[in-house]
């Protein structure tokens, strides 16, 4: 009796960027960028939302050099954040992919990656000379950085998630648990909007961002770059 399908993809090989490499590098990047406004470049490091709006402005006061590093590599980190997001729809349809999941990554994908760029052009123009003079334009200016690279980032990222693993799902193009493990933080990028009316719900945002990494990483290597040719019956 037959137990498995087995799916060769070994056809005609999908013309466009490794996926793979793009993951790693949109991860190292953004990560990077983290680096030089946390305890790692130095004191203070970077407020949380929950902080005064005097200990926001004193961080953008005395460090904003790491604050404009951090701005520099994440606009960076945007890049191939849209490059991947395009690419694996691409390659979805490639694939033979006719759902509407495909359509929803698209969107998801390309609006965390303009989420990412906005908020880091905010944060730019909040570490320019003379803007953290005045307390309460710096704290705004914060508020809306945060907002944009918060929930604004992890919502559409999440909606990115749930098209690929879903549809990856259903036409078997990659493994199981990949699937399960991005619907899980599908589930937690959508609830992080929750965060703009109950800021306890801020720890759905990095359990969206940073398990996220490891999925796009997933992904991008186990996403297959040929078309099938024929399945074969494994006993």
């Known amino acids: 009796m037959s137990e498995a399908i087995a799916t060769e993809f070994?056809?005609?090989?999908?013309?466009?960027?490794?996926l793979g490499p793009l993951a790693v590098v949109f991860t190292v990047v953004f990560i990077l960028g983290l680096l030089p406004v946390t305890a790692v470049g130095g004191m203070?490091?970077?407020?949380g939302p929950?902080?005064?709006?005097?200990?926001?402005?004193?961080?953008f006061r005395l460090r904003p050099g790491a604050a404009l590093l951090?701005?520099?590599?994440?606009?960076?980190?945007?890049?191939?954040?849209?490059?991947?997001?395009?690419?694996i729809t691409s390659r979805l349809r490639f694939l033979g992919v006719k759902a509407a999941g495909a359509h929803i990554a698209l969107f998801g994908g390309l609006a965390a990656s303009a989420a990412i760029a906005s908020?880091?052009?905010?944060?730019?123009a909040i570490a320019q000379p003379g803007i953290s003079s005045d307390?309460?334009?710096?704290?705004?200016?914060?508020?809306?950085?945060?907002?944009?690279?918060?929930?604004?980032?992890?919502?559409?990222?999440?909606?990115?998630?749930?098209?690929v693993s879903v549809t990856c799902w259903f036409y078997k193009l990659l493994?199981?648990?990949?699937?399960?493990f991005g619907l899980v933080l599908a589930v937690c990028g959508e609830l992080s909007w929750l965060n703009l009316e109950f800021p306890?719900?801020?720890?759905?945002?990095?359990?969206?961002?940073?398990?996220?990494?490891?999925?796009?990483i997933a992904v991008g290597f186990a996403l297959p770059a040929r078309t099938r040719t024929r399945s074969v019956e494994v006993q």
């Open 70 to 87: 951090c701005a520099f590599l994440q606009f960076g980190a945007a890049i191939p954040l849209g490059l991947f997001t395009a690419t």
């Open 10 to 18: 070994s056809g005609q090989r999908h013309p466009g960027p490794a």
């Open 119 to 124: 908020s880091s052009l905010v944060l730019w």
């Open 175 to 180: 493994p199981r648990w990949i699937c399960i």
């Open 44 to 47: 203070p490091y970077f407020p």
């Open 50 to 59: 929950w902080e005064s709006a005097h200990t926001i402005d004193t961080f």
């Open 135 to 163: 307390t309460t334009l710096t704290a705004g200016l914060y508020y809306v950085m945060y907002a944009l690279g918060g929930p604004g980032y992890s919502v559409p990222l999440g909606l990115l998630i749930a098209g």
């Open 200 to 216: 306890k719900a801020l720890f759905l945002i990095p359990l969206t961002r940073f398990p996220g990494f490891i999925w796009m």
